[in-house]
């Protein structure tokens, strides 16, 4: 028995582990368990299949949908766009047709792979049968049951079946699908994620733990290269010399893995004290340069890719978008992620030469300590966790998480101010005077509902306030029209971030309807956060509070000498009084966003 076969596990412990693998996004485990058992259970080959094959999901669904994604928090017009398109009732079952034929293709190209396959091995064991005994055939002529269409027919459709079943299920536990921002995407990147999933289960598992055929080529690479490195391990430890050329070939599949992310190669080397800080220092760095980049094309996109995330920036708005449009954080950031590349793969260089890797001495003729936990002496091997330690730091002071609040001191000092009342026939929209570069504020959105229509609505004068105020303008209540950008189109957008975070529209209950009036101050403040019309569901009700609430700080309002008074309708349906149970949400429901806002006379 060799190295990489010693204290196998038990047939419990391995079932019990490929159930987690399978089940790990079910309970919301993400990737982070088959990663977990890719590393802890290097030599158990079936059960790191059944986790690459979980692994390999998550990120084939991530390339397929993080685009779209992205794409939607682009822009208020992209956005629109998106979600008027899924929003006909035929365009999200064409897209799911197109992922289950494309899946099915899939299948029929590996059920011919397979085929191939079984007759090259059936033909050399045919003629190496009749070698030796000619009058003999082989018993069994399909060892492989992924080379059956009948195999393959029971898993699609059956994987088909499950898909569906899971999701009806899911509808019916939610009380079934509520609109929001995001819910097409989602519904999209669920059905592919899960029927992916079942596919897979139900093809291993038909298959008898083997590899789907068409994958089978690269799996046995990466277990030979796992397989070579283990061996070498062994012999490293028990004071053997390894052959040079098998350790060459562990050293091209170092840098093979470092050139996708800076850390991956020495990983594979068990040099974690190293790998795994360049690893996260390599992410930290993307991370920034994305932001850095999408803020460039338009801030409120570079605070929406950070809410993906569920983070936010750590600094005030206002200074953030000014920021943004400085091009030279993202070239720093660049910069930084090349000489990462670099010098990653500089010290995968030097850790192998002419010696052999597990006999290395240093500069003093020591003999250098290799696949032991710890970290080693020099500062090769020290500098990767001290630039991590303080690019986290970096990070705590720019990013922080969204569920992250700021408390004003002056929520105490401000007094309760009134709420829109419907007698009123004319309001404030604040024009921002939002700079040049800050021009990615503009645009009209709608939200809280399901308009399509896209027309604009009258014309808001643009000129600067007077001294005494802001300006006063009307605007007709026409439905699902949109304005041009003001102050509230700012709100808007910045509060996708905690409606994504919180989903807060998957969790509202059909129909629901509340009306919260909260005020924002000079400093960008948001305080006083009052409801003004409850709905039957508490629950939600305080969840809406803790989304105003969590808003603060915004950029403080423009052209006024005074803070502002906000009257806001939450409503999960069309734009309709007729769905609406009061007459102030009656009056509410066509305006702009359901938004209210004037300045406070102090």
């Not at 929003?87 to 899939?106: D, H, M, R, Y």
């Not at 700021?406 to 007094?415: A, P, V, Y």
């Not at 006083?528 to 603060?552: C, F, G, I, K, W």
């Not at 006024?560 to 609406?580: C, H, M, Q, S, Y």
Request: charged content about 20%; glycine content about 6%; overall charge positive.
């Amino acid at each position: 028995m060799d190295a990489t076969n010693r204290k196998p596990l038990s047939n419990w412990a391995k079932k019990s582990l490929s159930f987690l693998v399978w089940m790990s996004p079910l309970f919301s485990l993400g990737p982070f368990f088959p990663l977990g058992v890719l590393f802890a259970f290097p030599r158990e080959y079936k059960l790191q299949m059944k986790a690459l094959v979980v692994v390999g999901i998550y990120v084939l669904t991530w390339i397929l949908i993080f685009p779209l994604e992205l794409l939607h928090r682009s822009s208020l017009a992209w956005e629109t766009e998106i979600n008027a398109f899924f929003s006909e009732e035929n365009n999200l079952s064409i897209v799911k047709l197109g992922i289950v034929i494309s899946v099915f293709f899939c299948l029929v190209l590996n059920l011919f792979h397979s085929l191939r396959r079984n007759q090259r091995r059936e033909k050399i064991r045919q003629s190496k049968l009749d070698e030796t005994h000619s009058n003999l055939k082989i018993r069994t002529e399909k060892r492989i049951r992924d080379a059956k269409f009948d195999t393959l027919l029971f898993v699609f459709l059956f994987a088909l079946f499950l898909t569906f079943a899971f999701t009806a299920l899911i509808e019916y536990i939610r009380g079934g699908k509520t609109p929001q921002q995001m819910m097409p995407i989602q519904d999209l990147y669920s059905f592919l994620f899960n029927f992916c999933l079942s596919v897979s289960i139900l093809l291993i598992g038909f298959n008898r733990n083997k590899f789907p055929s068409i994958l089978s080529y690269t799996l046995i690479k990466y277990f030979n290269g796992i397989r070579n490195r283990e061996v070498w391990k062994s012999y490293a430890s028990n004071g053997i010399h390894f052959p040079l050329v098998k350790e060459l070939q562990i050293k091209s599949k170092a840098i093979f893995r470092d050139r996708f992310l800076p850390g991956l190669g020495h990983i594979y080397l068990y040099e974690y004290w190293r790998g795994f800080p360049l690893l996260f220092i390599g992410l930290l760095l993307w991370l920034f340069l994305a932001v850095w980049v999408f803020s460039y094309i338009s801030p409120v996109f570079g605070i929406q890719f950070l809410a993906g995330f569920g983070l936010k920036p750590g600094i005030a708005d206002k200074d953030f978008f000014v920021s943004s449009q400085n091009i030279g954080y993202a070239v720093i950031s660049f910069f930084a992620l090349v000489g990462l590349y670099i010098y990653s793969n500089t010290m995968i260089e030097k850790s192998f030469s002419l010696q052999n890797l597990g006999f290395r001495k240093d500069k003093n003729g020591e003999e250098e300590k290799f696949f032991t936990p710890g970290i080693r002496k020099g500062f090769k091997n020290v500098l990767p966790v001290s630039l991590l330690f303080h690019l986290i730091l970096l990070c705590l002071v720019f990013l922080i998480p969204i569920s992250l609040q700021r408390n004003s001191q002056k929520k105490d000092s401000k007094k309760s101010a009134d709420h829109f009342q419907p007698e009123k026939m004319e309001f404030y929209f604040i024009d921002p005077n939002i700079p040049d570069e800050m021009e990615g504020l503009n645009g009209g959105v709608i939200t809280g509902n399901e308009t399509k229509n896209s027309e604009k609505g009258e014309k808001i004068t643009n000129e600067k306030v007077a001294d005494n105020g802001p300006q006063k303008g009307y605007v007709k209540k026409i439905r699902g029209k949109k304005v041009p950008a003001t102050y509230s189109n700012y709100i808007s957008a910045k509060m996708r971030v905690p409606e994504s975070y919180m989903d807060y529209w998957a969790k509202a209950p059909q129909p629901y309807s509340c009306v919260v009036a909260y005020t924002i101050t000079q400093d960008g403040d948001v305080i006083d956060v009052q409801l003004v019309e409850a709905s039957n569901y508490p629950d939600q009700d305080l969840r809406t509070l803790q989304l105003v609430e969590s808003l603060s700080p915004l950029m403080p309002p423009p052209g006024t000498k005074n803070d502002i008074r906000v009257t806001e309708l939450f409503w999960n349906g069309p734009i309709d009084p007729d769905v609406v149970p009061t007459e102030l949400q009656k009056e509410m429901i066509n305006l702009f966003d359901g938004r209210y806002m004037e300045e406070i006379n102090e």
